[in-house]
């Protein structure tokens, strides 16, 4: 069973910017896609990006396309969310998470992912 765990998550300011990274311990078969998903208090977790492992193609929800971006280190098994022009509705929990993946940017993306990291804080102040 794969195993992720995320880091990089932090406190800072409105403007700035912060990278997340998701190291994955025992990468499995079939777990292709990995993804970056996020969850603030009392809302649905939501997509942010993926990208394959293999062909490193990658798809973003269009609401942070413009300001993160998502790449994959395979020789340290690590995937990044790059996260530039933070924003105080930005915070959230910040979960990485592996599986087939769909494809999708909507509310059904988690569907994709069949394990998931603990999860990192990111707290934006204005």
């Known amino acids: 069973q794969a195993q992720l765990v995320e880091s990089g998550g932090g406190l800072v300011q409105a403007g700035d910017s912060l990278t997340l990274a998701c190291v994955s311990y025992?990468?499995?078969?079939?777990?292709?896609?990995m993804g970056w998903f996020r969850q603030a208090p009392g809302k649905a977790r939501e997509f942010l990006a993926a990208?394959?492992?293999?062909?490193?193609?990658?798809w973003y929800s269009d609401f942070v396309k413009d300001r993160f971006t998502i790449s994959r280190e395979m020789l340290r098994n690590t995937v990044y969310l790059q996260m530039n022009s933070l924003k105080p509705e930005d915070t959230a929990v910040y979960y990485c998470?592996?599986?087939?993946?769909?494809?999708?940017?909507?509310?059904?993306?988690?569907?994709?992912?069949?394990?998931w990291g603990q999860g990192t804080q990111v707290t934006v102040s204005s």
């Open positions: 998470a592996a599986g087939p993946g769909t494809g999708s940017t909507g509310s059904d993306a988690i569907y994709g992912y069949e394990h």
């Open positions: 025992r990468h499995t078969y079939g777990s292709d896609a």
């Open positions: 990208v394959r492992w293999g062909s490193g193609i990658s």
